[in-house]
């Protein structure tokens, strides 16, 4: 019989206190409220742990270091036991022969029923021979690791997008995977790499679940990927008040301001920075003093300089350029006041004159 993920992870030494801590945990990151900690614990006690394989193609790394670097401690130790990573190249003890036939067993044994975490993509160019593994290209193996899996994430923006291997001209014609798989259900997690507590907490709620959460029209899971980096960035105020740093060393730059006009695409980027934050939630870019360059965006690699501003951004409506910004911001601004002020002296009036103000006026 399959172990419950609860089994394996009394197993690997972790206790029910920190077991439950860790329900709570998830259940918070993935926006749910505490009360379903108890129904991730139910979950986790009593359903067979779904194994995972993941493969690497044309890639860095980058994104199994963010995972494996999860800040909070609890998380990542359930999470890599909850895993087992079956089989991962790069952080498997096993390697050569003897890693291939793990791969071999996984897929026959849970036919069906394993989680594919892609990260990296398949270089189509020249039959695939790119990117070799196990003296084949990998889009075989990728292929036919597909076939019988239950669902495939793809991580980071290689494995979503195609990312810098596939700049343009593209010469190893790196291809994204949902280019590539067309019949499994496939959940993109783009950046470079992805947020590692948005990759947890994804693979916690598949895993737990055992579905894919609500994701957006490009694949993306919409509690992590439905606003952009602008619309919850701490800079903002600046920027609707035309207040905006010009060169990386002035007074504005010191003082914090907006970002914008030195290239930030935090706009026109959809991801969890902004709220997540990287290193436990100690920082992000933008907090560091440098624009986003929009690395979980489709194409972003090809989209000029990380340093030329996004041009067609509509704020307030009206302003073409973040230029006419600061007069619209104020002018918003001074209207705002202006109205806050007569209704203000308008509610004075009526306690004076003993009339009751309706209900919103105030
Ligand atoms: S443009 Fe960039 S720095 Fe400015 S508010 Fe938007 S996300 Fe923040
Ligand atoms: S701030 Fe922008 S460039 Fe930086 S990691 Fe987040 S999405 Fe990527």
Known sequence: MTDTFYEVLRRQGITRRSFLKF???????????????????????????????????LECTCCSESFIRSAHPLTKDVVLSMLSL?????????????????????KRKYKGNYILAVEGNPPLNEDGMFCIQ?????????KETAADCKAIISWGSCASWGCVQAAKPNPTRATPVHKVIFDKPIIKVPGCPPIAEVMTAVVTYMLT???????????????????????????????????????????QARMGYCLYKMGCKGPTTYNACST?????GVSFPIQSGHGCIGCSEDGFWDKGSFYDRVTDIKQ?????????????AAAVVGASVAAHAAVTALARARQKTGIDTPKGED
Request: net charge negative.
């Open 23 to 57: 329900c709570s945990l998830t259940a918070t990151s993935l926006g749910l409220g505490s009360a379903f900690a108890p129904k991730i614990a139910h979950a986790l006690e009593t359903k067979p742990r779904t194994p995972v394989i993941w493969l690497h193609g």
């Open 86 to 106: 079956d089989y991962d190249d790069t952080l498997m003890a096993a390697a050569g022969h003897q890693a291939e036939a793990i791969l071999e067993e996984v």
């Open 134 to 142: 196990s003296g084949r290209p990998f889009i075989e193996k990728l």
């Open 209 to 251: 679940f055992d579905k894919l959460p609500e994701l957006d029209r490009q694949g993306r899971p919409k509690m992590f990927y439905g606003q952009r980096i602008h619309d919850k960035c701490y800079r903002r105020p600046h920027f609707d008040a035309g207040q905006f740093v010009e060169e990386w060393d002035d007074d």
């Open 276 to 280: 997540v934050r990287w290193n436990d």
């Open 316 to 328: 307030f409506g009206v302003e073409a350029n973040a230029d006419k910004v600061g007069g619209t």
